[in-house]
Each structure stands twice: as C-alpha cells, then as structure tokens.
C-alpha cells in the first residue's frame, strides 16, 4: 500500500506563488501517473493537474493553465505542483493521487490518495 504525503500549503495572498510537495513511500511512485485534485467544502473534489508516469506529458485544467505546473522526481517519488498567480478562487484542499491510467480527470480512476494540504489565498 502505497502512501502518498503532501506539503506546502498555507496562506498566501493574492497574485502569490506556492510550491506543494507530493512524497510518495516507495518507489511504485514511478510507474504509476500522478494528479493533483482540489476540493473545497461542499462540492466535488476537482482535477487539477496530471503528469504521466516520467513526466514528460501533462495536462491542467483551464483556469491553473498558464500558472501552475504539475512535475515529479521519480528519483525522490515525489511529485510537485507549482501554482504561481494565485487568485482567491483557488483556495482549497489540495490532494494528490496515483493511478495506472493517463490521462484521467476522474477521481475514482485514482487508486492512492494522500491526506490534503489545505491552500488559503487572501484578497
């Protein structure tokens, strides 16, 4: 069972710059694609950025497209995500999550799943 752990959320204010970290516990993390989801309560957890398996291809979401950059470290198992430009808007729980298929915006497609980093932007 693999274990995924997130980090580097926070506050940030508007037009700010976070980098989130994925850490994967073993090395199944460079088979597998990689995405981060975003949720905030209430509502559907939201496909943010996916990276297939070397990193190579990716994919984003219209409204982070120009502004975040989804990358991993297969060396390190750990998968990055860079959001620059941050808008109120993007405030949430940020997750990520492996699968063996790419590409795939669908949360059930993932098979594991970390615990969330929670990202506040202020106007």
């Known amino acids: 069972q693999v274990q995924l752990v997130e980090s580097g959320g926070g506050l940030v204010q508007d037009g700010g710059s976070l980098r989130l970290s994925c850490a994967a516990s073993d090395r199944t993390f460079s088979s597998y694609a990689v995405a981060w989801f975003r949720q905030v309560p209430g509502k559907e957890r939201e496909f943010v950025a996916g990276s297939n398996w070397s990193g190579w291809s990716t994919n984003y979401v219209d409204s982070v497209k120009g502004r975040f950059t989804i990358s991993r470290d297969n060396a390190k198992n750990t998968a990055y995500l860079q959001m620059n430009s941050l808008k109120p808007e993007d405030t949430a729980d940020y997750y990520c999550?492996?699968?063996?298929?790419?590409?795939?915006?669908?949360?059930?497609?993932?098979?594991?799943w970390g615990q969330g980093t929670q990202v506040t932007v202020s106007s």
């Open positions: 999550a492996m699968s063996r298929s790419y590409p795939n915006r669908l949360a059930g497609a993932y098979d594991y």
